[in-house]
């Protein structure tokens, strides 16, 4: 054995030893990934009328009222490419759906067509108070 690493190394050495064979074919240049097709300008409006439709689909457990009449959400953004964000807050930072109703919010508003793109912000300032509701939520609750 010994004389055979001796000559291995000697003929290293020399550069005498034959270049090995690879032992896999090197791989082929992956082209770049096409861009996505720009999406078709939407009409803002009308998307922004369906996406407050849609909100108003929404509730918070605890009371039986809408999120938008609740005055849960803060403000909705619809750009003419699809893209949504809704910026919003719940009752309390405890609040049980405070994973939930977030992600209904975005599964819902995903779903109307010429949305391309949801993101939801949940925020804790400004802090929501009964204030905040809508009359026609406050009339169902009695609160006037």
Request: with cysteine.
């Amino acid at each position: 054995m010994k004389n055979f690493l001796s000559r291995f190394l000697a003929r290293q050495r020399e550069g005498s030893l034959p270049e090995p064979e690879p032992l896999m074919p090197p791989p082929a240049p992956t082209p770049a990934p096409e861009p996505p097709p720009p999406a078709e300008p939407v009409d803002v409006a009308s998307l922004q009328d369906g996406i407050l439709r849609t909100l108003k689909t929404c509730y918070d457990p605890e009371i039986p009222v809408n999120i938008y009449d609740l005055g849960l959400v803060y403000d909705v953004k619809v750009e003419p490419d699809g893209a949504v964000q809704v910026v919003m807050t719940l009752t309390s930072p405890h609040c049980p759906v405070a994973e939930s109703l977030p992600a209904e919010v975005r599964e819902k508003i995903s779903l109307l067509p010429g949305v391309r793109t949801v993101k939801v912000d949940v925020v804790w300032e400004p802090q929501w108070g009964p204030d905040m509701m809508s009359d026609a939520a406050k009339l169902e609750l009695n609160l006037f």
